[in-house]
């Protein structure tokens, strides 16, 4: 069920209206948010499925561009901007005007249809091109309140703890070293023409943890969950003299 209505005019306000549907589909879930050209499958009937929408949602996000007051198709009963947001009113959803940019004007209740002017007195908030993170964030925070059931579907970014890596001693190979590891845990030899010591310790191949300590000439690749640190060791390699003769 989405929570969030998206309400928007084609031609004034659509890119506002996209950038939020995404913006709160990543914090809140995709299915949490509902726009038309997103959420309504062909061959749908939209009308049904567009008064279903709002009632069901917790939210109606009205975006107002810089035309949106002046439109004269806010008069006509066929004008579906008109009507979602009629259909909020009617079932005691709460309405947020979104001002589209930093110089559109608040509603005025002279301007509006009757029946839409209660929106000028409606707190809004303002969503500026040239600060998008922070409105975004905003808006978002705004949506989780008034939808309290939302705050458990918010992407917050979990913490994956301290990782602490260490290399010394002369090094005869390629070592790497980077922040997060993700993903699997394993050492990887390739071309190997001779006995390959991997090292010693535990090892787990395939595993999303490394633990232990691992000593010897060649290389480890890490990645994933990293308990304890790594610490590797190069030392001076067997010649290869022998070999270039």
């Not at 035309?67 to 005691?92: K, N």
């Not at 595993?207 to 610490?231: D, L, P, T, Y």
Request: net charge negative; hydrophobic share 35%.
């Amino acid at each position: 069920m989405a929570d969030v209505f998206i309400n928007y005019r084609t031609g004034d306000g659509e890119k506002t209206a996209a950038l939020l549907d995404t913006a709160l589909s990543h914090r809140f879930g995709d299915d949490r948010v509902f726009r038309a050209s997103k959420s309504i499958r062909a061959g749908e009937s939209f009308p049904p499925a567009l008064r279903n929408a709002v009632r069901r949602c917790g939210v109606l996000l009205a975006v107002v561009g810089p035309g949106w007051g002046d439109s004269p198709r806010l008069h006509r009963a066929d004008d579906w901007v008109r009507e979602e947001i009629l259909e909020a009113f009617a079932c005691s959803i709460p309405v947020v005007p979104v001002l589209d940019g930093r110089t559109t004007k608040r509603l005025s209740a002279t301007a509006l249809p009757e029946e839409l002017a209660r929106l000028a007195d409606v707190q809004s908030l303002r969503f500026d091109h040239q600060n998008a993170q922070a409105d975004l964030a905003r808006i978002g925070d705004a949506v989780a309140e008034l939808v309290p059931r939302l705050a458990a579907e918010d992407a917050a970014p979990a913490d994956s703890g301290a990782v602490h890596n260490a290399v010394s001693g002369g090094s005869q190979g390629t070592v790497v070293q980077s922040r997060d590891f993700t993903g699997t845990v394993g050492v990887s030899v390739h071309g190997s023409q001779g006995p390959v010591h991997a090292g010693t310790g535990d090892q787990y191949v395939g595993s999303q943890h490394f633990s232990g300590r691992g000593s010897g000439a060649g290389a480890f690749s890490v990645s994933g969950g990293n308990e304890g640190g790594i610490r590797q060791h190069f030392g001076t390699g067997e010649s290869h003299e022998d070999e270039e003769r």
